[in-house]
């Protein structure tokens, strides 16, 4: 193993730095020069990790669950720090024909004709948000984009309105922060509270069962119904907010992106590659190996960065514009192969809400602040968005009293 040069290193692994820098030409240096990197770090000096840069190398990484397990951490932190208390039991950190059970007994929730009934809430919902947003003006939409998808979530797995607000606050710690001096404690306790939240939430649910996600999990233990409803709850709310807050942000400071707003598959789908709310995703080592003619060992860590390969110019031409017509567009915002994001579905239907209500409802937007960023190693984007919004009805009447004027 043969570090990069010190002066040369980005500690990426570090869980207060800004995450809205995503060192585009450190890694886009990487990439052709040593696509597969060991780095070390001042955060885990006990331990180090190969960074791995390259779409294709992301891409054979997420397919073999076999010699890249996820039972170690699916992230930088868990994995560095010795692995995570869910393995065996959290889909997103189990492999293998376990992985596939939790999978399946979660999937039919999330399958399309299961979202048919709960799209045209989010659309209904979505859409009073944004109206609500234009005739306000001047709104954080940091605080417009957290209630899309966390009603949607909550509403899947069967959590009382009353909760949503607890939820969205322990969500929202857990894994990144709004100040860059937080404390892992600080996120622990988040962390905990939400999962004993859960574990009440599932015994109230095996009493009284009903058609929802948290009831079809009622069977597992309680330690596992929370853990995955823990999951789930990460991965549906936090990514897409975060998507949905990106995109407003680019329109708010590129004018030529705004104008080009259609709600259509490709401008959805270019959203999440540009966005890219997880930064990346671990797994350990589990026999020795080769990748990109790297040799590695078993137990080593290993960090792949879907930042860094949804920027790949191998695969995404011109992959620093915003291209609404980009087609085929093979991001790896929501991973691939057997971990691919079950709520996939889910949040493109929360994007396109988002596209169509922004297109019916309003004319322009612009920062109206200066955006805060969060603080995480893991999510990217922003903590606070504060926008002016014009809606389109005050357009068209400036623009009727300015043909009065011309022609009194």
Not at 98 to 122: C, D, G, M, N, W
Not at 135 to 153: H, K, M, T, W, Y
Request: hydrophobic share 40%; charged share 25%.
């Amino acid at each position: 193993m043969i570090p990069l040069a010190p002066s040369s290193v980005v500690d990426l692994s570090d869980p207060n730095r800004d995450s809205t820098d995503d060192h585009s030409d450190y890694l886009a240096e990487l990439r052709p020069n040593q696509p597969v990197a060991w780095l070390e770090s001042p955060c885990y000096p006990a331990a180090g990790y190969w960074l791995v840069t390259r779409h294709a190398d992301v891409v054979a990484v997420s397919k073999d669950a076999e010699r890249f397990r996820s039972d170690g951490g699916n992230v930088m932190d868990s994995a560095l720090a010795g692995g995570d208390s869910g393995a065996g039991k959290m889909l997103a950190v189990t492999d293998g024909p376990r992985h596939a059970a939790i999978r399946k007994a979660v999937h039919p929730h999330f399958a399309t004709e299961a979202l048919e009934t709960l799209k045209s809430r989010i659309m209904e919902r979505t859409r009073a948000l944004v109206a609500a947003a234009a005739r306000e003006g001047s709104v954080d939409f940091a605080d417009v984009a957290a209630q899309i998808p966390l009603a949607a979530i909550c509403e899947l797995l069967g959590i009382p309105e009353t909760d949503h607000g607890l939820i969205l606050r322990c969500t929202s710690e857990a894994l990144s922060s709004t100040h860059s001096d937080a404390s892992a404690a600080t996120r622990k306790t988040a962390q905990t509270e939400l999962l004993f939240y859960l574990v009440d939430l599932v015994n109230t649910k095996r009493r009284d069962l009903a058609d929802d996600l948290l009831s079809s999990l009622a069977g597992l233990s309680d330690e596992e119904a929370a853990l995955n409803c823990y999951s789930i709850i990460l991965g549906g709310d936090e990514t897409a907010r975060l998507s949905l807050i990106g995109i407003v942000h680019l329109f708010a400071t590129d004018e030529e992106t705004w104008r080009a707003l259609e709600p259509t598959e490709a401008f959805v789908e270019e959203v999440f590659r540009w966005t890219t709310p997880a930064t990346h995703f671990a797994r350990t080592v589990g026999a020795d190996c080769e990748l990109a003619g790297q040799r590695l060992r078993q137990g080593d860590v290993l960090v792949a960065s879907i930042t860094s390969a949804n920027r790949d110019e191998d695969v995404f031409a011109e992959p620093f514009t915003f291209d609404p017509a980009r087609r085929p567009n093979r991001h790896l915002t929501f991973a691939h192969g057997p971990h691919y994001c079950i709520g996939a579905q889910l949040a493109r239907i929360e994007m396109m809400s988002l596209l169509r209500a922004l297109d019916e409802h309003v004319a322009g937007v612009e920062l109206d602040g200066d955006p805060e960023p969060l603080y995480s190693n893991f999510l990217a984007g922003y903590a606070s968005l504060p926008v002016r919004i014009t809606p389109k009805q005050k357009r068209r009447f400036a623009a009727a009293v300015q043909r009065i004027r011309t022609f009194a």
